[in-house]
C-alpha cells in the first residue's frame, strides 16, 4: 500500500504565507506525477499544481504568481509554497501521485491523507 503523508497546513491571516510537504515512497516518486489537489466546503476537488519527475510544472490560474511546486528527488518529497495566501484558498489540501506500473500496465492513483489550511484574520 503507498502511502503519502502530507504536513504543514494550518491557520494564517491574509497575505501570509505556508508551506505544504509531501513525503512518497522512493519506489514511485522519481517518475509519477506529483499534484496537490483542494477541496473546500461544498465544492469538487480542484488541482492546484502538478510537477512531472523531470521538473515541469502547471498551474490553477488562481494559484499562479503566488503558489510555486517543487520536488526534492533526495528526500521523495514534494512542496507547495503558497503566498500572499487568500481566504478563498481556504480547503483541505491533499497530495497526489499519478503514474503506470510497467510490470502490469496499471494506472496507479495515490492520494495523501489531506491537510487543512485555513486563511482568515
Known amino acids: 500500500q503507498v502511502q503519502l503523508v502530507e504536513s504543514g497546513g494550518g491557520l494564517v491571516q491574509p497575505g501570509g504565507s505556508l508551506r505544504l510537504s509531501c513525503a512518497a515512497p522512493?519506489?514511485?516518486?522519481?517518475?509519477?506525477?506529483m499534484s496537490w489537489y483542494r477541496q473546500a466546503p461544498g465544492k469538487q476537488r480542484e488541482l492546484v499544481a502538478g510537477i512531472t519527475g523531470g521538473g515541469t510544472t502547471n498551474y490553477d490560474d488562481s494559484v499562479k504568481g503566488r503558489f510555486a511546486i517543487s520536488r526534492d528527488n533526495a528526500k521523495n518529497t514534494v512542496y507547495l509554497q503558497m503566498n500572499n495566501l487568500k481566504p478563498e484558498d481556504t480547503a483541505v489540501y491533499y497530495c497526489?501521485?499519478?503514474?503506470?506500473?510497467?510490470?502490469?500496465?496499471?494506472?496507479?492513483?495515490?492520494w495523501g491523507q489531506g491537510t487543512q489550511v485555513t486563511v482568515s484574520s
Open positions: 497526489n501521485a499519478a503514474g503506470v506500473t510497467v510490470s502490469t500496465l496499471s494506472l496507479d492513483d495515490y
Open positions: 522512493g519506489s514511485i516518486f522519481s517518475t509519477y506525477i
